[in-house]
């Protein structure tokens, strides 16, 4: 069985990254969507809220599985028995970045590889923080991100103010 890992933070999930996964799906018996839990970032939503929207938003997807994780991608990656990290790419800039993060876990780990998927050019500027912040003064997500996502980040951002209120 073919199983790749695509990981990342997911704050929200956007339509770019819908796009990579159902994309990079196509190209394997399983996908773990993986969450990665960073200790040195703030988010917007839980692990378990970002699981929960992502499994909401690919459950059109048979072959996808939503999990999480924290520590080395490496090691989660042997861990579920997989031996490819799918990277989704929007920009030159994400490449850099990605291809020096894909450099260290091959000298780690050799037998690993990462596939890179560019976004389709509609989602090119697309990033979850953008999403967050137009959320957080108003803007209008429906085009960004999927249904689940622009409930969930309303009712956030309603929390969130009756909390700056108080």
Do not use: W
Not at 21 to 27: T, V
Not at 98 to 113: G, V
């Amino acid at each position: 069985m073919r199983t790749a890992v695509c990981s990342g933070s997911f704050d929200p999930v956007t339509k770019g990254h819908i796009d990579i996964i159902k994309r990079s799906a196509g190209l394997v018996d399983k996908l773990i969507v993986a969450v990665f839990i960073n200790p040195n970032k703030q988010p917007l939503f839980t692990i378990e809220e970002r699981v929960a929207l992502l499994a909401e938003a690919t459950r059109d997807i048979p072959n996808v599985e939503v999990d999480s994780f924290s520590g080395l991608l490496n090691e989660y990656v042997r861990s579920r028995g997989a031996r490819l990290i799918i990277r989704g790419l929007r920009a030159f800039s994400d490449f850099e970045y990605e291809f020096q993060r894909a450099l260290l876990i091959k000298s780690i780990d050799p037998e690993i590889e990462t596939a890179f998927f560019m976004t389709r050019g509609e989602y090119s500027y697309l990033s979850s923080s953008g999403v967050r912040e137009l959320a957080r003064f108003g803007g209008k997500v429906t085009h960004l991100v999927p249904p689940c996502v622009e409930q969930a980040l309303a009712a956030k951002m309603n929390r969130l103010q009756k909390e700056t209120e108080e």
